[in-house]
């Protein structure tokens, strides 16, 4: 009896299906989750009848005698036979029964989640209180290096081709009571588990607009606040020796007039690849301003300008500043050394201009260095990058800080004879390490880039770099990435 009872559960609900089945099948408000639920009986009927196949052909090649056991199969097969036809025959409760009711009830919660696929797994309950994400990114690098012998000698080494896991991240973020925010991203890269984006916030703070804390990125650098995914080129350029990057602390951030403005402060400590940092006095005091004097449609024309400003205290009052040919296989071409530095003003101008699939971006940044045992030095960096979507996309902008996102193509590739978004692009970059008694050297890059997204996940990356270090020598690097992000 507990076995036959037990089979007539889906008896319940099929039947309890087959009812809203054919009251919402009327209904002209009937919803994409009430339509699944009508091809799910169907396909549970379809399955119904292989199973009653399958039977009759068993029967059908039943032996004249029976072996050991063979009646016990006779009495399993006879029964599932009973059930199959116990769950056709069965009719539906009434429409005002607990079983009938329970089905709207648990479809019109609130909180139900739904999970569904946006460049990635997400899942929003139906009011949109509560969102979650599940995403990551896995990017391959691969390098080539020729260099001359007066690098060789000043480097003191060769450049070895090499390939490396650039960036294996996974991350989970969302919204609770949709006022909260919150992500936990790890980098596996290297062999252990780093902290990137790790925090929690308010959203919706009257006033202040966001309240975020943790280790996240200071706001600083249109170029270092966009994400590594969706940068035009492998590297970021020269302009990112003087950016904070992440660490730990606090920030208030909003995006007002309708957007076009966004603002972020933030007072952070200086932190290692855990979030962890203590004694000393390394704080820094950071803050960012970006506006849309122009934006048309929908994005695919803008003017984008912004400023930028930290302040940051040198633990043991020493500072390093050095720098790769925007290359991470490669060695750092130039380098100041430790020198004493009691703190740094650091100082960014940035400008970009979208225009359909043509845009330009450019970066200043300058670090003013206060040092009581020289005269004061400062260095300086500057880039500037042209990018054009042959296939007729744009770089997509984010107004809510100011930075660039996901390039989706018109068409995926393999999708209908799709070929996907085909981008070129090039950036030049000039670091100055040298001033006073600093003498860390001048570096040069050319950059030129080709990018193949597949579809919004899927990038294939060539970049040809040109580095010249001046006195110190000269480099070709090549490089390929294969990155898959969601």
């Not at 302040?311 to 290359?327: C, M, Q, V, W």
């Amino acid at each position: 009896m507990a076995q036959i009872s037990f089979r007539l559960m889906p008896a319940v609900i099929i039947a309890t299906l087959a009812l809203a089945n054919g009251v919402w099948a009327q209904s002209p408000d009937s919803t994409a989750r009430e339509q699944e639920l009508i091809e799910l009986i169907r396909k549970l009927n379809d399955r119904i009848d292989k199973l009653e196949e399958r039977l009759d052909a068993r029967e059908d090649a039943k032996p004249a005698t029976f072996a050991p056991g063979a009646a016990v199969m006779e009495d399993r097969v006879q029964q599932l036979e009973t059930s199959v036809q116990e769950i056709k025959q069965s009719t539906p409760p009434a429409v005002g029964s607990n079983a009938y009711a329970q089905l709207p009830q648990w479809f019109g919660d609130p909180h139900t989640m739904r999970a569904y696929w946006k460049d990635g797994l997400r899942l929003d309950s139906q009011d949109g209180s509560f969102k979650l994400k599940i995403g990551g990114r896995i990017q391959n690098d691969w390098g080539y290096f020729t260099e001359d012998s007066r690098l060789e000698r000043s480097l003191g080494e060769d450049l070895d081709d090499g390939t490396e896991f650039r960036r294996a991240r996974l991350y989970l973020s969302g919204a609770i009571h949709d006022n909260v925010e919150f992500k936990a991203q790890y980098d596996f890269a290297g062999g252990d588990a780093d902290f990137k984006d790790v925090y929690m916030g308010l959203k919706n703070v009257p006033v202040v607009g966001g309240i975020r804390v943790g280790h996240f990125k200071e706001p600083f650098s249109i170029e270092e606040l966009t994400s590594s995914k969706y940068t035009t080129f492998m590297e970021r350029s020269l302009v990112n020796t003087f950016a904070p990057s992440r660490n730990t602390g606090i920030m208030l951030h909003n995006h007002v007039l309708n957007d076009r403005v966004t603002w972020a402060a933030g007072f952070f400590r200086e932190t290692d690849g855990f979030g962890d940092g203590s004694g000393g006095r390394d704080y820094n005091g950071t803050v960012r301003v970006t506006g849309l004097p122009y934006y048309e449609e929908d994005g695919r024309k803008l003017v984008h300008l912004g400023v930028g400003y930290t302040h940051k205290n040198f633990a043991g009052d020493t500072l390093r500043y050095r720098s790769r040919p925007e290359a991470h296989l490669a060695s750092r071409f130039v380098d100041t050394g430790a020198f004493e530095a009691e703190f740094a003003d650091i100082v960014s101008a940035e400008a970009a201009w979208v225009h359909g699939p043509f845009s330009l971006q450019g970066e200043f940044v300058e670090s003013f260095v206060e040092s009581r045992t020289m005269r004061d030095p400062s260095f300086w960096a500057a880039s500037a990058q042209a990018s054009y979507f042959l296939t007729g996309e744009h770089r997509p902008y984010k107004k809510s800080n100011g930075t660039f996102g996901n390039v989706k193509p018109k068409e995926n590739f393999g999708y209908d004879g799709g070929q996907g978004a085909w981008e070129v692009a090039a950036r030049y970059s000039y670091l100055d390490l040298s001033d006073a008694r600093i003498r860390g050297g001048l570096l040069r890059d050319l950059t030129v880039g080709l990018n193949w997204y597949l579809n919004p996940n899927l990038r294939v990356m060539w970049n040809y770099i040109y580095a010249d270090a001046g006195s110190r020598g000269e480099s070709n690097i090549f490089l390929w990435r294969f990155q898959i992000a969601f």
